[in-house]
């Protein structure tokens, strides 16, 4: 928690579209809390997953850093991967969250520890206690696992397996009581839905007092959301049982659509498009807390 006069935020998702939000939020909240995807079943968390049944630290990862001091040796250190031998492919801070978690005996503990490392301002929350399976229903069937989620087209839902998995109370809390919700950037139903798909989320999600923003991603993704625009992406976040109570988006770099609920356009993209502008984005949400 930063502990300013700003506002509560809590901010949902995963993988660099979340860590981008996180840049954003910390310039205007006075508390926050990143809840994070634990589906990840491919490369380093995939493996950690496998050989300790833990769930995803990956994604946790980058949350931490994103939230963490900029000029902190620790903060480089977590992100680098190893280039050889048995730890080939592997990220420092995955593994430093894995030991902490096996000695503590708790997540939450874990992030605690290895935020006070990389000077983290906010509280970094995983989605589930436990390890969880990302299950899609596709045109072609069922999809079991992220990583061949996020290859398969026409999906239809998603879902997680086991799907009583329960999130922290710390989580749900801070959803349920902050004055603004954030949900993405980021893959559409391998990191936000990933996360929203959560039963204990999606109860505090509607349960939650604060405005709940969806910040859609800024280009369609192959093979996940081939030939989606913004009013897809919403369209999805309901049929899964979120509503957002406004949407932001870059009509420059994705065709809104006709949307059921509020929007706000504003260019919130980097030049080049090719990912969200952390600086440009915090204006806007900061102009969106209720």
């Not at 049944?53 to 900029?70: T, W």
């Not at 031998?85 to 290895?114: K, Q, R």
């Not at 992406?233 to 059921?260: I, N, T």
Request: charged share 20%; net charge negative; aromatic share 4%.
């Amino acid at each position: 928690m930063t502990g300013g006069s700003g506002p509560a935020v809590a901010a949902l998702g995963g993988g660099h579209g979340l860590a981008a939000t996180l840049r954003a939020v910390r310039r205007y909240a006075g508390e926050i809390t990143a809840v994070v995807s634990v589906a990840d079943d491919g490369g380093s968390s995939g493996r950690l997953r496998e050989t300790f049944g833990i769930p995803a630290p990956g994604d946790l990862r980058k949350a931490l850093v994103a939230l963490g001091d900029a000029d902190s040796v620790w903060g480089e250190a977590f992100e680098h991967r190893f280039a050889a031998g048995e730890l080939e492919g592997h990220a420092l801070g995955n593994l430093i969250l894995a030991g902490l978690a096996d000695m503590t005996g708790s997540w939450t503990a874990a992030l605690e520890e290895a935020g006070r490392l990389v000077g983290t301002t906010g509280r970094v929350l995983p989605a589930t206690r436990v390890p969880v399976v990302l299950k899609a229903v596709t045109a072609a069937g069922e999809v079991h696992g992220q990583a061949a989620v996020t290859r398969a087209d026409a999906i239809v839902t998603v879902s997680i397996v086991p799907p009583d998995a329960e999130p922290p109370e710390e989580a749900v809390a801070a959803v349920e009581q902050a004055d603004q919700v954030v949900i993405g950037p980021g893959s559409l139903f391998t990191s936000v839905l990933a996360v929203c798909s959560v039963g204990g989320l999606r109860s505090a999600l509607r349960a939650s007092r604060g405005r709940k923003v969806y910040v859609c991603n800024l280009r369609p993704q192959v093979a996940e959301t081939a030939g989606y625009d913004v009013d897809a992406h919403v369209a999805a976040l309901q049929a899964h049982g979120v509503e957002p109570d406004v949407v932001v988006c870059d009509p420059r770099w994705m065709a809104v659509g006709k949307l059921s609920v509020p929007r706000v356009e504003a260019e919130i993209a980097v030049a080049d498009g090719s990912r969200h502008d952390s600086g440009k984005l915090a204006s806007v949400l900061a102009d969106l807390v209720v």
